[in-house]
C-alpha cells in the first residue's frame, strides 16, 4: 500500500501555510497556560476539566465539528472563567491563535496525526489521547514532527500516573519477582453496535470534516460518536482503544524506564467472530501472542468476553517460580502458583496527576510521564497485533528501524493507508 507521504518541507499540508504559522511562546512558571481543545463532549472535554482543577489554567478556545457536542462545555468554561471561550469548527483557524500555548486532542484516533502535526508546526505543546495514531506509519511521523518542533507532548494514558500501577511496575523492575517469561494483558469486549441504515448527518454536524482523512462512508448513527472505536475506518478496535493502557504497563514493567521494549515478531488470530450480524466491524475475539528478545520472554493480548475471577481488563507478569503480579483499574497483587495472595510492598507514594504532570514539562521543558516517544512505542505494539491480525502472517518488527522488517503486515491499514482528498502526512 503506498505511504501516505508528503515533502517534509513543513508546508505541503493540504492546508495553506499560513495557518500552521510557528507562534510559539515560553511559558515560565508564574504564567497561565492557555488551552485550546479539539474534540468536544468526550474525553477531551474530561481532560479539558481535569486542566481547569488547576490555578494556572484558563481555556481559550474549543473546536467540535458537531456544535451538538458543544454546550456542556461552553458551559463549563463559562462558569469557570465568567467568559466564553472562542468557538471554531475547523482546527486549523484555532491553531492560528497566537495565545494559545497548549492543545488538547480528544478527537477520534483518525484525526491524532494531522491535529498533532499541525499543532506542532503551530508551535503548541500537546495533550494528546491515546492511541497516538490510527496506525505505524503516522506514529512515526507523529514522533518525528514532535522532535523536530520540540514540543512537550504527553498522551493519555493516565494509568501511567497510577499509584497501583507503579507499585506493580517498581515491583517487577526491582527483580522481586524474578525471572519473568510470560507477560499477559486482556480487555473483555461485549459491544454490539447494532445494525441501523445509512441517514442524511444531522445538520450539527460537519460529516465531511468528523470523516477527515479516513475513506467516506455513508452515515450512520450508532457508528460515529464515541462508538467509532468499533469502525476499523477510525479506530483500530480495543486492541489499541484497551491495549494501549494494558499492554503499556506489561511493556514499562519489562523495560528500564520509558524507552520500552519491542517485540521482534509477532502472531495473531481471532475475527469477528462473538458478533458477526453487526455494524461493528472491529474483531471480537483476538489472542495475539508477541516475542520478546533481551530480555527473551512472551506476551499475550487477548480481546473476549470473560475471564474468571479476574477483572475485565488487566496485565499480568508471571515469573519462572510461578508467581504472578496481576494488576488493574484499582489494585494490584501477588499470587503463589495456587493463585493465594502473597504479602506485597508498594513503592513510594508517586503524583498521580497526569494533567498536572504535563503543566509542570510545559513549564520545565522535560519529558512528561507519557511521552510521545514512548506511548508511541506502545501504540505501535497495538498496531503490530493488527497488523499481524489482518495480513494472517508473522509480523516482524525492528526497534532499531522502527519498522517492519520485511514485507509481511505491511500491506495493512494498521501499518498505513491512503488519505483521502486533499489530507496529507508530512514526515519531518
Ligand atoms: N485516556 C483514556 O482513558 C480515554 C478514554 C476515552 C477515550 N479516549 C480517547 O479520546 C479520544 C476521543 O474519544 P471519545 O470517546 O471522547 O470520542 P467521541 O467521539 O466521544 O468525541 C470525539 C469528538 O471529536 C469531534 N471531532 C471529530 N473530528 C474532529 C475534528 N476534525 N476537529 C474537531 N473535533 C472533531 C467529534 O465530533 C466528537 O465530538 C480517542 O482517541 C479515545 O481513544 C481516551
Known amino acids: 500500500m503506498a505511504a501516505t507521504t508528503a515533502t517534509a518541507m513543513g508546508v505541503g499540508l493540504g492546508i495553506p501555510t499560513t495557518s500552521v504559522a510557528r507562534t510559539s511562546k515560553q511559558v515560565s512558571a508564574n504564567d497561565k497556560i492557555i488551552f485550546g481543545l479539539i474534540g468536544c463532549g468526550g474525553m477531551g472535554a474530561a481532560n479539558m476539566r481535569n486542566f481547569m482543577g488547576h490555578a494556572d489554567v484558563e481555556v481559550g478556545a474549543i473546536c467540535d465539528v458537531d456544535s451538538a457536542r458543544m454546550p456542556a462545555d461552553i458551559k463549563a468554561i463559562q462558569d469557570k472563567y465568567d467568559r466564553t471561550p472562542e468557538i471554531y469548527s475547523d482546527y486549523r483557524k484555532m491553531l492560528e491563535r497566537k495565545d494559545l500555548d ?10 491524532h496525526a494531522l491535529n498533532l502535526i499541525h499543532a506542532c508546526e503551530a508551535g503548541k505543546d500537546i495533550y494528546c489521547e491515546k492511541p497516538i495514531s490510527r496506525n505505524i506509519v503516522e506514529a512515526n511521523a507523529m514522533i518525528r514532527a514532535k522532535n523536530h518542533f520540540e514540543r512537550v507532548v504527553q498522551v493519555g494514558t493516565w494509568q501511567r500516573s497510577g499509584q497501583e500501577f ?19 494483558a486482556w480487555i473483555a469486549d461485549g459491544t454490539k453496535l447494532g445494525r441501523t441504515e445509512p441517514v442524511a448527518p444531522p445538520e450539527t454536524m460537519d460529516y465531511d470534516m468528523w470523516i477527515g482523512p479516513a475513506e467516506m462512508v455513508p452515515y450512520k448513527s450508532n457508528c460515529v460518536h464515541y462508538n467509532w472505536r468499533w469502525m476499523l475506518n477510525i479506530g483500530g478496535g480495543l486492541t489499541t482503544d484497551w491495549g494501549v493502557h494494558m499492554m503499556d504497563i506489561a511493556l514499562l514493567g519489562m523495560s528500564a ?6 517485540p521482534t515478531e509477532v502472531s495473531a488470530y481471532g475475527g469477528q467472530w462473538a458478533f458477526p450480524d453487526d455494524d461493528r466491524d472491529a474483531p471480537d475475539s483476538i489472542e495475539a501472542i508477541y516475542r520478546f528478545a533481551d530480555p527473551d520472554f512472551v506476551m499475550t493480548w487477548s480481546v473476549l468476553r470473560d475471564y474468571p475471577g479476574k477483572p475485565s481488563h488487566g496485565t499480568e507478569f508471571v515469573s519462572v517460580d510461578g508467581r ?30 497526569h494533567w498536572r ?8 521543558r522535560e519529558k512528561p510521564r507519557a511521552d510521545l516517544d514512548s506511548a508511541g512505542q506502545t501504540t505501535i505494539v497495538c498496531h503490530l497485533s493488527n497488523a499481524a491480525l489482518f495480513s494472517g502472517e508473522t509480523v516482524k ?10 514485507t509481511a503486515g505491511k500491506d495493512t491499514s494498521a501499518y498505513d493507508r491512503e488519505y483521502r482528498g486533499d489530507w496529507s502526512l508530512t514526515k519531518y
Request: hydrophobic share 35%.
Open 357 to 364: 504532570n504535563f503543566l509542570d514539562c510545559v513549564k520545565t
Open 397 to 406: 518488527w525492528s526497534k532499531d528501524e522502527m519498522d517492519i522488517v520485511g
Open 166 to 184: 507503579a507499585d506493580a511496575i517498581a515491583y517487577i523492575r526491582s527483580g522481586k519477582l524474578g525471572k519473568i517469561t510470560h507477560c499477559r
Open 257 to 262: 524506564d520509558q524507552d520500552l521494549v519491542m
Open 324 to 353: 504472578t503480579v496481576r494488576v488493574w483499574r484499582g489494585g494490584w497483587t501477588i499470587l503463589d502458583p495456587s493463585g493465594k495472595e502473597l504479602e506485597k510492598e508498594g513503592s513510594e507514594p508517586v503524583p498521580t496527576d
Open 102 to 111: 497548549a492543545i488538547i486532542i480528544g478527537s477520534p484516533d483518525h484525526w
